[in-house]
């Protein structure tokens, strides 16, 4: 079995890391003084783009070709954390804030430094409210400590950090709507382009990172590209935390290689499925997934990006990982998820506002046993009609278990129907 | 006058100190959690002194309490029990939890109790899938997670509510 490593959640192998002082007895803000002091913006960029590390939040994008597309002539530059974390099936950056703080702090730092950013933010969703209350202490102590504020080490760098309050919206995880609630608007994602990297926050040239990519900088800077480059896969190196949910015994977030197998998470690490039962089905990335059958071929996947998208044609996103047995109705499944996006679809675009409903509807109906059997094929066309067309990717996200589904397991929603007096 | 002005100088101030100062838009949000602190609710006068603070219409202070759900114009209880019942903590038996709390309570989802206590709600995923069944309570200004619960505990809690309210004893740690 792969052992679970702790350069993330380090906080289960250093009791207190939590403490400014206990992290800095164990080397915090080493890696920030050093790129302060000893490296070009432009070196930092090198290192992390070398590193090969990838956006946590769900896209996987190079993290350091994201800082490199800020222009040159437009400042100020801004850095926000996207600590929204929302992904039905998702907790993982909320362990790292909550347990180990200075972390992912210290990768916020970095990254402004990198992009040359003097004041950046962390957008936490609303119901972050005391993880949010914490950071603001951490960040007061870092500033009367010395880390933050004004020509830090004696250089001359200056830098703020603050955090930002959602208020109950999963839209704002996607990052143009993050932005704009951060400038106190409707979470409603913007038309692209132009992208944030040329007009951001504040129309400023802007880089948004998850909280996971961020806690990874500090051990990158550390430890060295080539450190990180020897875990996980080739095209995905590095490590990750899977959040496991569902019908599975021991739920949590593992922290493992990327590239570790599905079969490893579930059997060896989560414990398998509870007695008696059997895995059905799971979706890799939330609830945006598409739902995947658990035959050998796909529990023997490998857990990267790559793999996932390729052999399942599903995506690892943020590598949360929802267990189905059988005893879970695929119908009943989907009329969960598609209830989930209609309530946060945010209106803006008529695909997704009018699709989520319509969708909804029939999923009501089928799990209701009012459904006419012609039903599954409209729901099915409702969500094809959807694909492609939306302003961002919510809507294209709530498509993906109902199409899957229908495919995958039509006789869940059959056997609904036909619970239907006219079925 | 400004009542939230007036009785939160510090805090307002404190808010506005976070954004650039062109950009005092931004104070909105944390604005509107501070309205809400006493009273879980937004008061109409205090949209108008929101709007006021930052030089906005009160137009735009409304939309943004009507997007976001953490933020309300109606009054509720006093405080709100918000249990999660998302894909992963309905497997994990949160529907059935939130059904049997309502019983318990005597209201129904959505619904108040009769001496404007507690409000139960279904809400949307709060990224605590792994220790369903779980709520956050809301109310007092705070936001507060309450997770692995059963309805035992849940209603130890608002028993423990009534008597905060009631006495000022300290409610929960």
């Known amino acids: 079995m792969t052992e679970q490593t702790t350069f993330l959640l380090r906080h289960r192998a250093v009791p207190n890391i939590d403490q400014l002082q206990v992290y800095r007895e164990n ?42 597309f800020l222009p040159n002539n437009i400042w100020p530059h801004y850095v ?41 933010y962390a957008y936490l969703r609303g119901e972050f ?41 999963y839209i704002c995880g996607e990052e143009t709507a993050l932005l704009e609630s ?56 590095g490590i990750k935390i899977f959040s496991l949910s569902g019908c599975i015994n021991k739920p949590g977030n593992y922290e493992l290689p990327l590239g570790t197998t599905f079969r490893e998470l579930i059997f060896e690490h989560g414990g398998g499925v509870p007695e008696g039962r059997t895995v059905k089905a799971f979706m890799s990335a939330g609830a945006s997934s598409t739902i995947v059958t658990a035959d050998d071929a796909a529990l023997d996947t490998p857990m990267d990006y790559e793999s996932t998208q390729n052999v399942l044609n599903a995506p690892l996103g943020s590598a949360s990982v929802i267990i189905l047995d059988d005893s879970v109705d695929m119908a009943w499944l989907v009329d969960k998820t598609v209830h989930f996006f209609r309530h946060e679809s945010c ?10 409903y319509w969708m909804s509807h029939l999923t009501h109906r089928i799990l209701h046993g009012k459904a006419r059997p012609e039903d599954i094929e409209l729901l099915d066309t409702v969500a094809a009609q959807m694909q492609g067309k939306c302003l961002c990717a919510l809507g294209e996200f709530s498509t993906m278990a109902v199409r899957s589904g229908i495919e995958k397991f039509r006789a869940d929603f059959e056997a609904n129907v036909r619970r239907a007096p006219h079925g | 006058m400004n009542a939230l002005l007036s009785k939160y100088p510090e805090q307002v101030e404190k808010i506005l100190a976070k954004y650039p100062a062109d950009q005092k838009r931004a104070a909105v949000m944390p604005l509107l959690y501070l309205a809400q602190t006493d009273e ?6 205090s949209v108008y002194e929101i709007a006021e603070i930052l030089d906005i219409s009160p137009t ?49 989802v959505g619904e108040t ?6 409000t139960i709600e279904r809400v949307m995923c709060l990224a605590a899938c792994h220790r369903a069944p779980m709520f956050q309570l809301q109310g007092d200004g705070d936001i507060a997670y309450h997770e692995n619960m059963t309805v035992e505990k849940t209603l130890a809690l608002i028993e423990a509510l009534r008597r905060h309210v009631k006495t000022g004893e300290a409610a929960h740690d």
């Open chain 1, 129 to 169: 409210w005391q993880i949010a209350h914490g950071l603001d202490e951490d960040i007061a102590a870092l500033e009367a400590a010395g880390l933050l504020g004004d020509r830090l080490f004696g250089t001359d760098y200056s830098l703020r950090l603050r955090t930002h309050l959602g208020a109950g919206a």
């Open chain 2, 113 to 118: 109790t009769p001496d404007g206590l507690v």
């Open chain 1, 80 to 120: 926000v954390a996207n600590a929204d974390e929302s992904e039905p099936g998702t907790f993982k950056d909320r362990e790292i804030m909550e347990s180990n703080p200075f972390q992912f702090l210290e990768g916020l730092m970095i990254a402004s430094y990198a992009v040359g950013a003097n004041l950046s």
């Open chain 1, 182 to 237: 951060l400038e106190g608007k409707l979470g409603q994602p913007r038309l692209r382009p132009p992208f944030p990297a040329v007009y951001g926050l504040f129309g400023k040239p802007t880089v948004i990172n998850n909280v996971e990519t961020l806690a990874n900088l500090p051990p990158i800077i550390e430890k060295g590209a080539g450190w990180y480059k020897s875990l996980g896969t080739e095209k995905s190196p």
């Open chain 1, 347 to 356: 209106g803006k675009c008529t695909p997704c506002r009018e699709g989520t």
């Open chain 2, 60 to 108: 735009d202070v409304v939309s943004i309490i009507g997007f976001y759900t953490l933020f309300h114009a109606e009054p509720g209880g006093k405080y709100r029990i918000q249990v999660c019942t998302d894909l992963p903590c309905a497997l994990r038996g949160a529907d059935q939890f939130l059904e049997e709390l309502c019983a318990s309570v005597g209201v129904g």
């Open chain 1, 27 to 68: 080397g915090g803000f080493e890696a920030f003084r050093k790129v302060v002091t000893s490296m070009q913006p432009a070196d930092v960029l090198a290192e992390v783009k070398s590193s090969g590390l990838r956006g946590r939040g769900g896209a996987g994008f190079p993290t350091g070709i994201k800082w490199g």
């Open chain 2, 40 to 45: 879980n609710y937004v008061k109409q006068q």
